[in-house]
Structures are given as structure tokens and as C-alpha cells.
């Protein structure tokens, strides 16, 4: 079989058999498509790539920049997709099986100081339905920590006022139920009242919450480039992200006094080592607290 015909059948499977979901497989094929690319100027056909070959490959990932965490994403790819095209006997032996990961330096997430939260917070001209809708976005994001995929997936029935939480879909399908502040949903009823009516107007009905001005639901690039323009209208240091406000969000609570596993259950995190680089940031911020105010520090 031709690489790009076992590549489309392991695509496939991962999408129809393993139920992976969309983002998931988008990476996978993002992933395949360079090591194809790389495949063909080398003339290789799949029965023929050989380990020292991934090794150039992902080498060659190394020198255009690439960041150890996406070197080691396109291993795991590499290694998903050998294993298969082996199961299915379209290759005699796995020439990924032996390759080790690369070790990747696990960096201090950024986050937002309070007075930056409050600042961008009041960027939103709420005179206008956009202004509303981006406001309650705003407060919803910082306010439950929800992934940026988490937020564009909400429907206008996920929030519930009165037990004050919120249910989204993760990764993986996971449901959870997340907590979410009284600003929050105030500001979450005021936009349903009196933005979404306006931004919805003649368009066919739609479940999805946070609508952008043609009545259709927000795409995850659109919040993307919503939350950069409030992070520079708000003068922040740092390009805004929508993964920063989650970031904030689980370091104002552990610096509250939040224990490690709510913040976890709250994150989504299926492993609480992912949670654990979130005490660094707590631990470096009571260090530099601690030699700003102790008299001998």
C-alpha cells in the first residue's frame, strides 16, 4: 500500500473506530502530511522507512525551531500510525518501536496579575451587543478556567443560574461540571437577554451560546483573535491567549488557598501532574513576595 493510502486508512480509524475527536485527528494529519512530505523528497515507501529515517525526520523538526513538546507530539503520530500499518500487516516490522522520546522542559505557564484581569475585564464597550457578548466570554473564561474549545461548544442550556455551574465536554468527550462565579453568570444572563437576540436577528436558531455577528456559533480562532485585540486595548504585557485566562484562573485559586485536586476536577485534567506545574507558579510568587516584604530577605 502507498504511504498516502495507508495514511488515509489510519485516519480513518482513528476518526471512525477510536472516536477521537476532531482536533485530535486534524493533528494527526498535520503530523502525517510533513513526514510525507519528507518521505517523498527521500523517495521512501512505507515497507522501506527504516528508524534512522524517523530520526532524520524528526532531527529536521529540531532545526526549523520546533519546540521539544511538538518534536514529541509528532513521535507519538509516528508511532500511532507504524503500530497500525503493522496490525494490519502493511508493514512487517515497527520502525518507530525504539525510538525515545525527547525530553521536553516543562515551562511556567503565564498568567494574568488581578489588576491585569480587572483592566481587560472593562476593555468590552457593553454598550453594544458585541461588547456584551465578549464581556460575559470574558467573565466565563476566567471565571470556570474552560478550554478555549470548552467555551466555543457551550449552549445556551449549559449554564445553570441556580445551582451556579456550568457543563461543558472536554477532551476525549469528557463531560464535567464546573463551578461558575455570580459575575459571571449575571453577565452570561445579560448578554442571552439583550445581546444574542440581536446577534442571532433573522439567522436560523442555534443552540450555541456565544454567536458572532451573523448569528452562527464562534470558532475557536475567532475567540483567539477577540482576546488579542482586548489584551492590547488593555496594555498587557503579553500577547493574551485564551489558554492565559486558564492559566489565571487556577493560579488566583491556589493562591486562595485551593487544593490541588478541586483545581484539577475544575481544569479537567485527567493526570493532577498536569495541575502540579500550577505550584510552581504559586511557589515562585510567594518568593518574590517574600523578598519584596521580609525585612531580611
Not at 464597550?125 to 467555551?151: F, I, N
Request: glycine share 6%.
Amino acid at each position: 500500500m502507498e504511504m498516502s493510502a495507508a495514511i488515509s486508512s489510519f485516519l480513518t480509524h482513528v476518526r471512525v473506530e477510536k472516536g477521537l475527536s476532531p482536533n485530535t485527528v486534524m493533528a494527526y494529519r498535520q503530523d502525517l502530511a510533513k513526514f510525507q512530505v519528507f518521505a517523498q523528497k527521500r523517495k521512501l515507501a512505507l515497507a522501506s522507512v527504516t528508524r534512522d529515517e524517523l530520526v532524520d525526520f524528526l532531527a529536521g523538526l529540531y532545526r526549523q525551531k520546533l519546540e521539544s513538546k511538538s518534536v514529541a507530539r509528532n513521535l507519538v503520530t509516528l508511532r500511532n500510525f507504524f503500530r497500525f500499518a503493522q496490525t494490519n500487516e502493511l508493514i512487517a516490522e515497527d520502525p518507530s518501536s525504539n525510538l525515545e522520546s525527547p525530553k521536553i522542559r516543562r515551562s511556567l505557564p503565564g498568567y494574568l496579575r488581578l489588576e491585569d484581569v480587572e483592566r481587560l475585564l472593562q476593555q468590552p464597550d457593553q454598550k453594544t451587543p458585541l461588547g456584551v457578548r465578549d464581556r460575559a466570554m470574558l467573565e466565563v473564561l476566567y471565571s470556570t478556567g474552560l478550554r478555549v474549545s470548552e467555551l466555543v461548544g457551550l449552549r445556551a442550556g449549559d449554564l445553570d443560574n441556580k445551582v451556579g455551574c456550568v457543563r461543558c465536554v472536554g477532551k476525549g468527550d469528557k463531560e464535567r461540571i464546573v463551578p461558575v462565579g455570580k459575575k459571571a453568570l449575571a453577565m452570561v444572563e445579560r448578554y442571552l437577554t439583550e445581546a444574542r437576540p440581536q446577534l442571532l436577528g433573522k439567522a436560523p436558531a442555534v443552540a450555541t451560546l456565544f454567536l458572532n455577528r451573523r448569528g452562527r456559533g464562534l470558532s475557536r480562532v475567532g475567540v483567539w483573535k477577540i482576546l488579542s485585540g482586548y489584551g492590547r486595548r488593555a496594555g498587557l504585557r503579553v500577547a493574551l491567549t485564551p489558554h492565559m485566562l486558564r492559566h489565571s484562573f487556577a493560579t488566583h485559586l491556589l493562591e486562595r488557598g485551593a487544593d490541588l485536586r478541586s483545581v484539577q476536577l475544575m481544569l479537567g485534567h485527567s493526570d493532577i501532574s498536569t495541575t502540579q506545574i500550577y505550584t510552581h507558579v504559586v511557589e515562585e510568587r510567594l518568593k518574590q513576595i517574600y523578598k519584596a516584604h521580609h525585612p531580611r530577605a
